[in-house]
Structures are given as C-alpha cells and as structure tokens.
C-alpha cells in the first residue's frame, strides 16, 4: 500500500486526489488470480492505472459538480478488467452509485454482466454484501423502488454505514432504456451521491450524429442515445462521465464546448503477452496473410467450391487445435469467418464450411483415402514451421489427432437472427468455427481465436469502423505462432496503416495526460485512404493537411522584416558551429549542377539537427499573414513528428548569397520565389549551366532554403524592401505524411 501511495503522489501533473485500495479492490484482485491465474503483480498494474484514472475523476468528498473522461485502451486488451477495477475503486472510495451504460447489443450487456457479477461477487449472499445490482430498472418495477430504497439509505445518517450498499446499475446504450433510468433517478435528491457513470465503447451509439450539420448550420439537433445521456447527465448533480474505447477518434472529435467532449485523458497499457497491429501487421510479417480479390468475393454462383485460401486457413486452424490435443491444453480454439455485415454471405461460407468438415470427418476415417487427405496438411505444417519455433509437435502427431479434431469441431453462425443469435457456450467444444458479421465486431469476446478468415471489404475506411474489427488481437502471446489473419490486399494495407495511426494518437494523447483535454488542439496522423470516423459526428472543424513537397511564406515582406533578419543571421551563425558549408555541387556532383557565373554557387550544410532547424528558426520566424501562418503551424507539427520518429537531420543549402529582385502578385504574394533551369526547356543534363532552385534537395531527407529577396512593395509601388528573409521547406516522398488538423480553438 505504501508503495502504490508514493507512487500517486509521484505523477505529473498531480491527480486531483489519491484513490486509495481497499477491501473490495483486493478482494477482487485475490478472486480474479485465482480465476484467471493472471499474475497478482499484473493486477496490481490494472489497479494503479484504475487509481490514475479514478484519481482524474470529480473527488467524492468534494462539492457536487460534473466532469468528463476519456480513458483509451487497445483492441482485446483488457478495457472490461480496467472499469471492473475502477469500480471497486469506486466502493472503496465513497461512491454511492455506479452506472455502467454496457454496449449496445444484448449479447454484450449478458456477457459483461456476467463477467462482473463473478469478478465483483455483486451477488453474494448476506446482509453485509456491500453491492445492490439493478439491471435495467424501469419506474414503478420493484427493481427501481429496490434502487430508490438504497440510495435513500446512502444519504440517510441514521442508517448503519455497514449496512450501506453501493448501487450498482447496468443498462444497454439504449434511449429508451437509459430514458427509463433517468425517470427513476429523478425524485432523488442524488446531490450527496457521489456517482461514476462507465460508457463502454463509448464512441459507439452515444456521439451526436447531428454535430457535423449542426456545426455547419448553427442547428442544435440531438440523436436520440445522445440526448439521453446529456439528461442522465443533468440528473446527476456529483459525477464524473467516464468514457471507455479503443478507438477515440470519434470521442476526440466532439465539439470542444459539447458535454460529452472529455476534460481528461488516460491511457491503459497492454500487459505482458499482448499482441496487437504492431506485431501481426508489421512488415513482412507471416501472421498476415493476402486473400486475393477473386477468392475473396467468390460466391456459390461463381466458385464451384470454397475458395482456396479459406480451404488452407481451414488446414492451418486444425493443424493448431490438433497442437492443443497433443500439448493437453484443454482450452478453446477458435476460427472467426467474417465475409460481410449481410447475412447472405454467411449462408454460403457456412455451407462451403459446413460441407468441407463433413467431407473431411469421412476422408480421414477411411483408410483407403487416408494417406493422400493427410499429404494435403503438408503445406500448412511447413507454414506453422515458419512461426512455431518451439513446441511444435511433429507432422505425424499432429495428423494422427486429426480424426478427432474434426470429430470434435463445431461449425455454426454468430449474428442478430435466427439461430445465430443464440449465445455461445464455450464449454461444450474445445473447437469452433464461426460464421458472422457485426455480431463478430466490437466487444465480442472469441474464445481462443487463431485462424482469422475475413474477405469483408474496406468499405467507409472509416479508421475506427476498422480497427473494431480487429478481433484477432489479444493475449495470444503464448500460442502467437498458431494465428493467421486472412484479409484482402487493401484491407491489410489499411490495418498496416491504422497502427501509426493508433501510435500517433496514444503519443499525442500521452503528452496531453493529466492536462485539460479540451484545451489540445487535435491533430491526427492519418492516411489519405482513411476518415478518423463517421463524418456525422465530427462537431469540429478539421483542415486537411498533406506534409509532402514544398512549403513557403507568400507575404513573409509583410512582417517583421528586421526581427526575421536577426533571426536569419543568428541561425546562420548557429549552424556554422556544425561545420563549415560547401557548395553543393562539389559536395555532390552527382546531384546537384551549378556552374553560374553571375552568382555565388548554392552552399549546403548537411545533417542539421532538424529539431535545431524547428526551435532556432521556424518557430521564431516571424509571420503576420493568417495563411502563411496557418500553414507555417502545421508544417512545424508535422516536422516535430517526423524528428521524433527517426527523421533526426536536415540538410540545408543557402540558395546564393546575393538578394534576387522579385515583384508581388495583386495579392502582394511574391512571384516566382523558385528560380528554374538554365538554360531553360527541355534541355540534357550534360548541356545545364543550373538545375535550378528545386533540384537542391536531400533525397530522403528534410531541406530547409534559405536566401533573402529584395522584394517590391506592392504591385504599384516599385520601391522595394530589402534584404528581406525568406525560407522554403522540402518534405520527400519517403517522409509524405497526411494530418487532420483541428481549425478552432476552445473559448
């Protein structure tokens, strides 16, 4: 206990208060290692960061008053163990009631609930049991008079403290159902009630999805989920909002002055053993495997049987569950088949699905076909080899546990109709093959998933719509060399670029921690192929910024001429230190063609340091134009990310040392900045006296221009300003990356 208190006041910024570990917070950590075998030191984790977030939140012995938070996860990496944590928390520290508003779908809601009646003991016996569940209470039901009576009894103080019960209140992310909720809460005085409200996937169901139009038209339209959580929140006078996901975009990109738009940000690290994009989509990785278009939108009218690489996904999974026989694991395997979000898709994969075992469970029990239905599993053993590199058992084990694998698996569909609706009971098959679509998306837990199969396209590209489909992630460290992930060429492409992405945003976030979050300007990493979200719900406005090519002021004449100079002449000095320039052309006649006589040649000074080049002079240039300055903000941005990522150096070349006249545009922008080719045209290398100002660049790196104009005042006025700074910036191809940029800044 002393450690985990020295350890709070140690964080930075401070937390607003120190949540303490108690009674119900150690006795879920002693339930849950025994359960679930998870180290008690990995427990502990959970419970510190569960301290940091609880710690961000509205102090229950403080006045009544509202906040809002955000606390980001990754897929499949334990966000339900953080918020059970946090609830414990919570009892231990003077909450009264709890709300966790569980998902959208039932499925969800049950296995959530049961997860924490388990992990909590909310349904123990005794009249000492320190929790009262409501699930779903309505107004009138003796579930909510049951609610109604407890929290009366949390404020009463001539009610025993002992006897006191922290209300514990689940419902699904449903109007009506959280309409139905407020109803019950309302003729309460809760204002002594400290409550902490819990939206699980938060992004999903509960942003405006009128907010993009009405930051466009000035309307105040509500989406129904939406609307009912601002009143649950009205009803509240002593809370805190906390907001779960794993994909934030949505939440981040709220209106700043929205209620829902978090104050406080917080980040859950993975534990030991978790496998994420980073691992399965990085470069030429073995765990990702391309299904082509062809297969991938095959259908019984078109394919006269399942596709091939769903035939050798198939091998691959079985070859795994007949390790799991031989190795005695006595644990679930699992291959996800996820072809569409329509269910007529399933029919067909769960009839090739369904045929193919059958045709297998006859082949391998007749010993005159044997031999050639096992030389088949050949290829997908030689895959295992590739990424099993322990433990592996031998091709001959593995095929001789065949007959009962396929004896024993399970082939069914996962979806919201029909016999796919019904819940899985993963005690009663080691073996599973599934067939579905969205059901298979958010929040769905897969029991020992390995063998992913999902021919579903790329569709919206909305980045999170995808990466909630990214079930295959998880704590799959200890069986990592028996998973595959088939997906399409696109689809690959876009998890591959979906984890800078997440990177991106976990840093910008992690620098933002424990900071007012509506006070950080968002700024999103974000490939062109992608939207962050669903545009309906972006309720701020976003500039589109492409870091590629060149960038320079248009009006720098139009500012501090004499600051910029001074400026410009202690930079020059500054690199100077590094060491002495060269003209470009004998540095690198390869490159770079320079043979003028009427000016001085183009001096380069290479590898910069480019955070050098950002502090000494980009971020001190002086710039009055709203464009250039606009635009001038996120080149700055985009280099600090690029310097932190690996672009450490810059080169910069000094373009002649002698002031060049240029005249201004009607919109007093100075013309022609670049000087070309000479001779001009299309003309050999060989016959060039210059290769004019853009061909001095680094190949794969950053460079900085830097020269001085004599510029004319305006397109009327001839007389000139002299001497007047100027710098143009190249990004290359290889560092091109693409930013959403937030345009307004909170009030």
Avoid at 338 to 353: F, I, K
Wanted: hydrophobic share 35%; aromatic share 8%; net charge neutral.
């Amino acid at each position: 206990m002393t450690t985990i208190v020295r350890e709070l006041k140690s964080i930075r910024p401070p937390l607003k208060w120190e949540p303490i570990q108690g009674k119900e917070t150690t006795d879920f950590i002693d339930r849950k290692h025994s359960t679930s075998q998870i180290p008690k030191s990995a427990l502990q984790d959970v419970v510190f960061e569960a301290q940091q977030v609880l710690g961000r939140c509205v102090n229950p012995r403080s006045p009544a008053q509202g906040s809002t938070g955000l606390v980001v996860g990754y897929v499949q990496s334990g966000k339900t163990i953080s918020f059970t944590t946090l609830s414990a928390l919570a009892h231990d520290n003077g909450f009264g009631l709890i709300i966790l508003i569980a998902g959208t779908l039932q499925n969800l809601l049950i296995q959530t609930k049961k997860r924490l009646e388990e992990d909590l003991s909310l349904n123990g016996t005794g009249s000492t049991r320190p929790w009262l569940v409501a699930d779903s209470p309505s107004l009138g039901t003796p579930e909510a008079k049951t609610l109604e009576t407890h929290l009366k009894n949390w404020v009463n103080p001539n009610f025993p403290s002992h006897k006191r019960r922290v209300c514990f209140v689940i419902i699904l992310k449903q109007h009506t159902r959280i309409k139905k909720l407020v109803k019950c809460l309302t003729s309460l005085d809760l204002s002594s009630i400290p409550t902490l409200v819990i939206d699980d996937e938060s992004d999903q169901a509960t942003p405006n999805t009128f907010a993009a139009k009405n930051r466009t038209t000035g309307s105040q339209k509500k989406s129904t989920n939406y609307r009912e959580v601002l009143t649950l929140k009205e009803a509240l006078p002593h809370h805190t909002y906390v907001q779960y996901t794993a994909t934030p975009q949505a939440n981040l990109l709220t209106a700043i002055d929205d209620a829902l738009s978090p104050d406080f940000g917080e980040l859950l690290k993975p534990g030991i053993g978790y496998v994420g994009g980073a691992t399965i989509f990085k470069s030429h990785s073995k765990y990702a495997v391309t299904i082509p278009d062809l297969e991938a939108s095959a259908t019984p009218s078109t394919s006269s049987g399942p596709p091939a690489t769903l035939v050798k996904a198939v091998r691959l999974f079985l070859l795994g569950a007949c390790a799991a026989e031989v190795q005695h694991t006595n644990a679930n395997s699992t291959m996800m088949v996820h072809p569409s979000q329509q269910t007529e898709p399933h029919n067909h994969y769960l009839q090739w699905l369904t045929e193919l075992i059958a045709s297998w469970r006859y082949i391998s029990s007749n010993s005159a076909l044997q031999d050639d239905f096992f030389n088949d599993f050949q290829v997908a053993y030689k895959d295992l080899e590739k990424t099993v590199f322990e433990n592996l058992p031998t091709f001959t084990q593995l095929i001789e546990n065949l007959p009962l694998v396929l004896q024993t698996v399970q082939v069914r569909e996962v979806n919201s109709t029909g016999s796919g609706s019904a819940p899985i009971s993963w005690s009663a098959c080691e073996y599973w093959i599934l067939v579905g679509g969205a059901k298979l998306d958010r929040g769905f837990t897969v029991e020992g998933l390995t063998v992913t199969y999902m021919t579903r396209p790329l569709a919206t590209g909305n980045a999170d719509n995808l990466q909630q489909r990214a079930r295959f992630y998880g704590y799959k460290q200890k069986y990592l060399g028996y998973c595959r992930v088939y997906v399409r060429e696109t689809v690959r492409e876009a998890f591959e670029r979906y984890v800078e992405h997440e990177s991106d945003v976990h840093n910008c976030l992690d620098e933002t921690r424990g900071q007012p979050l509506k006070a950080w300007v968002r700024r999103f990493k974000l490939h062109a192929s992608m939207q962050p979200t669903r545009k309906s719900v972006i309720g701020i406005g976003l500039q589109d910024h492409l870091a590629s090519g060149w960038f320079h002021p248009n009006i720098a004449h139009q500012a501090d001429v004499v600051l910029n100079k001074k400026i410009y002449t202690d930079f020059l000095t500054t690199i100077q230190k590094y060491h002495q320039g060269l003209p470009a052309q004998q540095a690198h006649p390869e490159l770079f063609i320079d043979k003028r006589n009427d000016s001085s040649p183009n001096i380069i000074y290479e590898a910069i340091p480019l955070k050098l080049i950002i502090n000494d002079f980009l971020i001190k240039f002086n710039l009055n134009d709203v464009k250039d300055t606009s635009e001038s903000t996120s080149l700055i941005y985009t280099l600090e990310r690029l310097a932190t990522q690996g672009s450490e150096f810059a080169d910069i070349f000094i373009i002649g040392n002698l002031p060049q006249t240029r005249s201004v545009t009607s919109a007093n922008k100075i013309q022609q900045v670049f000087s070309g080719k000479s001779p001009a045209g299309n003309v050999e290398r060989a016959k060039l006296n210059y290769g004019g100002d853009r061909s001095f660049i680094a190949p794969e790196r950053v460079t900085l221009h830097l020269r001085e104009f004599n510029i004319r005042k305006s397109k009327t006025d001839q007389s000139f300003i002299s001497n007047v700074p100027w710098y143009a910036i190249h990004i290359p191809e290889n560092l091109e990356e693409r930013y959403l940029l937030q345009t307004e800044v909170a009030k």
